[in-house]
């Protein structure tokens, strides 16, 4: 049998493994720290709020102000190589000041923070002393570390800001690039800062539920809609259609998913195969992520090993063919 019908019929029995389509690829994160920044300090005291049910941002009725920190983790349930197309940040507001409510920002923070046993309980709005490793006005963990700028480094623009109408939900959206940063380069996920746009009115102190909080309901929460790594048809599923796009387009310098180019840095190439194999065989519609088939993706390779050695008329490709053009640099911070 000619090798170039073996090919097909490989292809065929392959694709029977993928018959369905999936919806949104879609995932909703608990927060995995948070705090609050207290600005006054009381004689002999640091405040922090590490363990408690509440988070709290504003000022109250003496001009002290309060700030919140939040991180989330993206993976595993983000798979590696995914284009973030929306992220919206859920918190329930329990308590408003009297002033009522005012844009509250949220700000990517610079530098890592930690969340100790401090707790100032409910309604706990004048914080507790701090613990070791807590975040403080003064300290990324207490009280070894200190951050460049009391207050929190952060980010001096704001990624997204959005005004509160009443007690309850409240959601923050357009947080998409800051979660692409931080899906594309780990070591930079220290979570956000949330503080008021304007901090200069006394008694605009809101409570919000923290990830403590006995009702898992009103905890924070991080809704993530994302292209995963390697889907190019943007089905929700990674198989052999999206390798056929991948194929077609390989050593091309085209942009973006629906080409095959994964990583988003222009061309097509190994690094793109790459993410594709890592996902392979997976079905992102659905909360359960399977492990990939090391079988299926090992019939990959060599498909596409054929492909190259066609296309270059019977020769090995050569080291430069196989050479990654450098990628421009971006911030993507948001």
Same mark, same amino acid.
């Given at each position: 049998?000619?090798?170039?019908?073996?090919?097909?019929?490989?292809?065929?029995?392959?694709?029977?493994?993928?018959?369905?389509?999936?919806?949104?690829?879609?995932?909703?994160?608990?927060?995995?720290?948070?705090?609050?920044?207290?600005?006054?300090?009381?004689?002999?005291?640091?405040?922090?709020?590490?363990?408690g $049910?509440?988070?709290?941002?504003?000022?109250?009725r003496?001009?002290?102000?309060?700030?919140? *920190?939040?991180?989330?983790?993206?993976?595993?349930?983000?798979?590696?190589?995914?284009?973030?197309?929306?992220?919206?940040?859920?918190?329930?507001?329990? !308590?408003?000041?009297?002033?009522?409510?005012?844009?509250?920002?949220?700000?990517?923070?610079?530098?890592?923070?930690?969340?100790?046993?401090?707790n100032?309980?409910?309604?706990?709005? @004048?914080?507790?002393?701090a613990?070791?490793?807590?975040?403080?006005? *003064?300290? =990324?963990?207490?009280?070894? #570390?200190?951050?460049?700028?009391p &207050?929190g %480094?952060?980010?001096?623009?704001?990624?997204?800001?959005?005004? $509160? @109408? @009443?007690? &309850?939900?409240?959601?923050?959206s357009?947080?998409?690039?800051?979660?692409?940063?931080?899906?594309?380069?780990?070591?930079?996920?220290?979570?956000?800062?949330l503080?008021?746009?304007?901090?200069?009115?006394? !008694?605009?102190?809101?409570?919000? %539920?923290?990830?403590?909080? $006995?009702?898992?309901?009103? =905890?924070?929460?991080?809704?993530?809609?994302?292209?995963?790594?390697?889907?190019?048809?943007? #089905? #929700?599923?990674?198989?052999?259609? #999206?390798?056929?796009?991948?194929?077609a387009?390989?050593?091309?310098?085209l942009?973006?998913?629906?080409?095959?180019?994964?990583?988003?840095?222009?061309?097509?190439d190994?690094?793109?195969?790459?993410?594709?194999?890592?996902?392979?065989?997976? %079905?992102?519609? =659905?909360?359960?992520?399977?492990e990939? =088939?090391?079988?299926?993706?090992?019939?990959?390779?060599?498909?596409?090993?054929?492909?190259?050695?066609?296309?270059?008329?019977?020769? !090995? $490709?050569?080291?430069? &063919?196989?050479?990654?053009k450098?990628?421009?640099?971006?911030?993507? &911070?948001?």
């Amino acid at each position: 049998m000619p090798r170039s019908l073996g090919r097909i019929g490989l292809l065929a029995a392959l694709t029977l493994l993928w018959t369905d389509f999936g919806s949104a690829a879609e995932r909703l994160l608990p927060a995995v720290a948070d705090n609050t920044l207290f600005s006054e300090m009381p004689p002999g005291q640091t405040l922090s709020n590490g363990a408690g $049910p509440h988070v709290f941002v504003g000022l109250n009725r003496f001009f002290h102000v309060r700030r919140g *920190l939040m991180r989330f983790s993206l993976t595993p349930e983000i798979p590696f190589g995914s284009t973030i197309n929306a992220a919206t940040l859920t918190v329930n507001i329990s !308590q408003a000041a009297a002033a009522g409510f005012t844009p509250v920002s949220v700000h990517r923070l610079l530098a890592s923070w930690g969340e100790g046993t401090s707790n100032s309980g409910t309604p706990g709005g @004048s914080g507790a002393p701090a613990t070791p490793g807590d975040a403080t006005w *003064l300290h =990324r963990f207490f009280d070894t #570390d200190f951050w460049l700028t009391p &207050g929190g %480094d952060f980010a001096p623009g704001a990624t997204a800001t959005a005004t $509160p @109408s @009443s007690l &309850g939900a409240f959601s923050i959206s357009g947080l998409a690039g800051d979660v692409q940063t931080w899906l594309d380069l780990p070591a930079t996920n220290h979570g956000w800062l949330l503080r008021l746009s304007s901090e200069t009115t006394s !008694q605009t102190a809101i409570r919000l %539920d923290s990830r403590e909080n $006995p009702v898992a309901g009103l =905890r924070p929460a991080l809704r993530v809609s994302f292209r995963a790594g390697g889907d190019a048809n943007a #089905d #929700d599923l990674v198989n052999l259609s #999206d390798f056929a796009v991948l194929a077609a387009n390989f050593n091309q310098g085209l942009f973006g998913p629906d080409n095959g180019d994964f990583n988003r840095d222009s061309i097509v190439d190994l690094a793109d195969f790459a993410i594709l194999a890592i996902n392979f065989n997976r %079905d992102f519609s =659905r909360a359960a992520v399977p492990e990939p =088939r090391l079988g299926v993706v090992a019939g990959a390779i060599v498909l596409i090993r054929s492909l190259r050695k066609r296309r270059s008329g019977g020769k !090995q $490709p050569s080291a430069e &063919g196989l050479t990654r053009k450098p990628a421009a640099s971006s911030d993507g &911070g948001g």
